[in-house]
């Protein structure tokens, strides 16, 4: 089995050298360091994790992450990747102290970060709010060391280590395509957003309107509504809409409530209204399947859950720090016919 000291002889450099190769740690030339990787690669080198582990079990790392309600659907799917990464890692002798947040409010995210801080967390996982005091915490994190990772949402100013989740901007202009596609020219779109605190629905809004504004003058936005996330609100603001006497041939929704705004437009707007949404709940699957829904657009939950565990415990365990800023997840075109 190769060893630290059978790797420096194969390599003709010392003991010290290759442990700082191995442990990403600076002090060696970019030749020797990938000449020593590429011998311990060849030789099969395994690093000893239960060393590693008992070294942490001493230090007491522990790793914070803040979720969103599992009562919107697309967050039961995070907590499936991260359920698979704290089980990964489940040996490591790193702790993981998990919080699902009960409202979606920025003050009840402030009181959950402070309650992972006072559990001396060695880095935090979150879903962040569009807030100034939300970053103002963050970045006192940054200022004490401790490594944040953000997920499913992101914000400027706080000093993040890398975001993991779609890039919705980007995903916004993809739906104004797919909604040019579909529309005779002279079509109006109402577009339902959710609160502004969650920036990916306010990106996902700008890249749509930005596309359309720019690449289709011969469609409009009528309307810009606003939800609070879940169904009844955007069954409310849809029929407020509708039955007010104004009409959409389309419908653009960035947040969740999808079921909601569809059976206003089923009560209240006209047949044939296009629907272009987001993710592939069981209720938006069911609508699908109903011709109600044209596209939605997923993002690959599972591994925002997964994938900031696993940056965190390369940093943390590893001491290997992730290169990326960015790790977008798929934008994933999803119509009737590809819903399985």
Do not use: W
């Amino acid at each position: 089995m190769a060893t630290i000291r059978s790797i420096a002889e194969a390599a003709n450099v010392s003991r010290g050298t290759v442990d700082k190769v191995l442990n990403d740690r600076p002090g060696v030339s970019t030749a020797v360091r990938e000449r020593v990787r590429r011998i311990a690669e060849e030789m099969g080198y395994k690093p000893n994790l239960a060393g590693k582990a008992l070294a942490f079990q001493k230090k007491d790392i522990r790793i914070g992450i803040l979720v969103p309600s599992a009562a919107d659907p697309l967050f039961l799917e995070v907590f499936d990747g991260i359920r698979r990464g704290i089980a990964e890692y489940a040996n490591f002798g790193i702790q993981f102290e998990v919080i699902e947040m009960t409202q979606n409010t920025a003050q009840h995210q402030l009181v959950c970060i402070r309650s992972l801080q006072e559990k001396k967390i060695s880095g935090l996982v979150i879903s962040p709010f569009d807030d100034e005091l939300v970053r103002k915490v963050l970045l006192e994190f940054r200022d004490l060391g401790i490594p944040v990772v953000t997920f499913n949402t992101d914000v400027s100013g706080i000093g993040r280590l890398c975001y993991v989740g779609q890039d919705s901007r980007r995903s916004g202009r993809v739906a104004a395509d797919l909604m040019r596609k579909i529309l005779p020219p002279g079509s109006t779109i109402v577009c339902i957003t959710g609160p502004a605190v969650f920036k990916s629905l306010s990106d996902r809004l700008t890249g749509f309107r930005s596309l359309i504004k720019a690449e289709c003058p011969d469609l409009s936005i009528a309307a810009v509504l606003h939800n609070e996330n879940n169904s009844e609100s955007a069954y409310q603001v849809t029929r407020d809409y509708l039955r007010s006497g104004k009409t959409a041939d389309a419908f653009y929704m960035t947040s969740s409530g999808i079921d909601g705004m569809v059976r206003a437009i089923r009560q209240f707007g006209k047949p044939g209204t296009r629907v272009v949404c987001f993710d592939l709940i069981p209720s938006t699957r069911q609508l699908m399947l109903e011709g109600l829904i044209d596209f939605s657009i997923l993002q690959e939950p599972e591994k925002q859950g997964y994938e900031p565990i696993k940056i965190l415990v390369d940093l943390l365990f590893y001491n290997r720090k992730v290169t990326e800023k960015y790790q977008f997840t798929r934008i994933d075109i999803r119509t009737r016919e590809n819903i399985d």
